[in-house]
Every structure is written in C-alpha cells, then in structure tokens.
C-alpha cells in the first residue's frame, strides 16, 4: 500500500536540536527572562561557563600590582560590553554568539608593512605574561585583573610604523548577527577607539589575550583586547579586528557621543571631575556590601611609569 | 442590609493585606538577595537600583488610583492609594538610607558637594524631600487637622514624581528605555488629570452606580 506523505514540514518550522535537548534550560531561561521583563531584573539566571582554557608556560610579567585579584566570578560577570547589551549582566549571559575563530587582525595606516594577521599567529609569535592590573571605570568601580598578554609595542613594531604615525586607532568587530547589542544605535558602531602613538608604545600598554591564566572569555573582549591601565575602562576596546596608524586624533566611540563627558585621553584622575559624578573614590568590586570607598590616584597609581608621557599638559583640558 | 456590608468590608480588609504584602515583597527580595550575598558584584549599585526603581514603580502606582477610579467608577480604590504612597516612601527612604549609609559612609561634605553639584542629584533629593511632609500628614487626624489644605499639600506628590523621574533619566549612561517609560506613563496619568480631558469621561463614561459611602475618609481624599 502507498503512504502518501504529508504536507511537508519546512525546515524552519522544525525545533532546533539544541532547543529541544536543551529544553529544560529554555523553558527555564524563558520563563526567567519574562519575569526579569517584569521586575527589571535576571538576578536568577547564572549565566553559562565560559572558562576558557589554560595558557600554558606563563611568565610573570613586570609592572605586576601586587593587589589581591578581584575575584573571577566577578570580572566575568559583571562588564561593560554594549555590543552585548546595556546591562553590565549581559555580556556574561550574551556573549556566547561572538566567535573567537577564525579571528583576523587588519594593520594598516601609516605603516611599511600594512597587513593582515590571523589570531593563531598572533598568540604564538609574542611572548604571553601575566600582568596583575589595576581597572579604574569612569563609573567609579574598580577592580584588579591579572591579565594575560603581551606589549601592544611589540605588535605594532612588526608592521614597521612611519614618521608620519602619530596616532593608533582601534576598531572592534562589527557584526550585529554574533553582537546582539549592535541591532541597537545605542552607540555608534563599531565602537572605535585611539591612542598617541608614545601611548600605544608604552610598555604598560598591553594586548591581552586572557586572564587568570585562561583564554579571554568572550564578554571580557576576547579575543585580542586592549589594556591601558592608567586610562578609564572605556579606552580598553574589546575584541578588536583593526589597527590604524594615522597622522591625526582618531575618533573615540564615547567622546563622540558625549565629548563633555568622555575626552580623548581619558586618564584617570581624581582631580577632572565627570560633570555627572565625582571621580575622587571609586569602589573595589567584590569587596562586597560594607567596603567603603577608595581614593582614586593620578593615572590610576601608575604615574611612576606614564607620568612623562604628558609633562607640560594641562590635563583638565586634554581630560 | 448590614451583612452585605460586613462581607464587603471583610473583603477590602483582605484586599488591604494583600496588597501590603505585594508592596513589601521587592523589599523581601532585594534583602533575601542581600542576605544571600546574591546581589551581583556590585551590591550596593543593585540595591540602590532596585530601591528606586520600586520607588518610581509605586508613585507612578499611587497616581493611577484616581485616574482608574475614573475610569471604572470603584470608589473603593481610595483604600488602597495611602498604603501605595506610604510603600513609595518606604522605598524612598530605603534609596536615600543606601546611598548616606552604604554609597558614602555618612561622609557629608562630599554628599553635600554631590547634591548641590550634580543636577540628578539635586533632582532626586528634592523629590525625596517633597514626599517626606506627604508621609507625615497620611494619618487620618492630619487629614482632619489639615482639612482643605490636604489636598493642596498632597499636590507635592506632582513634583516629587516628575523630578523622580528625571533623577533616573539623568543618571543614565545610555540604556534610556526604563526612565523613558516611565516618563510616559507619568505624562499619561498627569494628563488624565487634566480637566478637559477628564470631564468628557465623567459626563459619557461612567455614573455613580451607587450611593458612595460617606466615609469621612474617603471625601476628605478625593483626588485634586
């Protein structure tokens, strides 16, 4: 007997397989999500294991703080990573869609050697270190990472800078499919950021490519990232894909959008108010409910290392 | 008939409790969450967020009742509008007491310096001031005390909720989208009240079903 099929199901109507074996979790994270729509809060959701893994023969770098490190839970759960959402949540919960491979970094600009450079040529050409950092946020939080990574100088020597290189700009991926936060004009994208070029030279100066001795995970900016520590968070960009050497200031995602606000340099100092909050104290996260608040230092502490890098500025113009 | 009316003043008292639980219930939590050390990394942050995100929640709340009462005809609401005042202000006070206490550890000349300097701040003190002679004067012998003059201090309740509002918005880094709701619920629930607009309701919507309990209470609040 001929069994007629029937009406055939289209394939977008079929249940993902990770859908359906993940099921539980679905329902569990739906349900979850309406009642966070709710109260404005996703407080019971934990968000997925993105431990990444470990990087072998690390050397303990210089300039290491000896500080105690904030606790990992808290530096991979709590970022700032608009391209993943506003909430500082998010990047944690959302940033498994980026993919960190195939990764292509574009050097080009005032440069003899302009060209690309895949991630994989990248992690075995340079040493990597541990640096244990301090990281001011304009927002008055801080913690201290120990990053792993090696000098931003380093790389940019490679592509042989010319006189004419008097700047380095950065710009992160630009992909709204992998970063849901970009189907929002919430910012400008791709968020872009710069440095002069004695900044970008500077030994502190890192590219990191993990932390606590593991790959980056994703929300922490994986998988090439920047370290400025002396500089408010917001000039280390995260995930970048392009490095630029130009003769003129480059561009900055945050002094575009609110140039009072956010300045090119963006070195931390208590002295430079923000016009909306003081930046004398910030607080140590993970320290937890009865922390009081902490002094905050001229280049967040390093102006042994970079305090000559800006002798004869006035730095609450050039903020 | 006195049984009907004991059932239906039985039925509001249960109400009452009811919602007094759903007011406290944010607080529970954020202290359940506290208690647990499950605020996040930045616990002092989350808990000065979630108490003054319920502060908005519930004045916005508090200024629905003589609108909805409008709109459907149930004088009863009135009950209701003190107990959701009072919880703003509980959640006003437990806002403020996380930022003197938790923020900035009683250190008054910066908190000072911040609220004269920063207008979000200034915006939101001044609202939190408004509301304190609000809470004060809710007790039924204020009421009383106070007579027609109630009602014109009770209009603070307009400012404070506005400059609320814009306490939030002007604290925002670049997620708007909350303040902004609530600013248009807020416009929505002001303009409500706008003569013009509220007598074409009251002349077609709904009449006085029944005669209203003359509840020295409940003429004393009526809605301005």
Known sequence: MLIRSHKKIPSSEITPRWVWEDRRHFLAYSSVGLLGLASGAVWGVSPPDTRGARIPGLLKGQFSSGELPTPYEDVTRYNNFVEFGADKRDPALRAGSLRTRPWTLRVEGECEKPGDIGIEDILSGFTQEERIYRLRCVEAWAMVIPWVGFPLGDLLKRFGPTAKAKYVAFETLQDPEQMPGQRRASLRWPYVEGLRIDEAMHPLTLIATGLYGEELPNQNGAPLRLVVPWKYGFKSIKSIVSIRFTQNQPATTWNRLQPEEYGFYANVNPDVEHPRWSQRYHRMIGEGWLSRKRKTELFNGYTDEVGGLYSGMDLKRFY | ?224
């Open chain 2, 1 to 224: 008939m006195p049984g009907a009316r004991a059932v239906e003043d039985r039925v509001i008292v249960w109400l009452k409790a009811a919602v007094f639980l759903v007011g406290l219930s944010p607080g529970l939590w954020l202290f359940w969450l506290g208690w647990r050390d499950e605020l996040g990394a930045n616990p002092v942050e989350a808990l000065s967020r979630g108490t003054g995100e319920w502060t908005l929640r519930l004045l916005l709340a508090t200024l629905a009742v003589s609108p909805m009462r409008r709109l459907t005809g149930w004088t009863v609401l009135l009950r209701y509008r003190r107990m959701l005042g009072l919880f703003a202000f509980f959640y006003a006070c437990l806002h403020v007491l996380t930022y003197v206490v938790l923020d900035q550890w009683f250190d008054e000349t910066a908190m000072l310096d911040d609220i004269v300097k920063r207008p979000y701040l200034t915006a939101g003190m001044t609202a939190f001031l408004l509301l304190v002679p609000l809470a004060a004067t809710s007790t039924r012998g204020m009421m009383l005390r106070l007579g027609r003059r109630w009602r014109a201090l009770h209009r603070l309740i307009y400012p404070a909720a506005m400059l609320g509002v814009v306490h939030f918005l002007w604290q925002a880094k670049i997620d708007t989208t909350e303040a902004l709701v609530y600013a248009l619920l807020l416009a929505l629930l002001l303009a409500m009240r706008l003569p013009w607009l509220i007598s074409p309701v009251l002349a077609g919507g709904c009449p006085p079903t029944r005669p209203e309990r003359t509840h020295q209470s409940v003429s004393a609040i009526r809605s301005p």
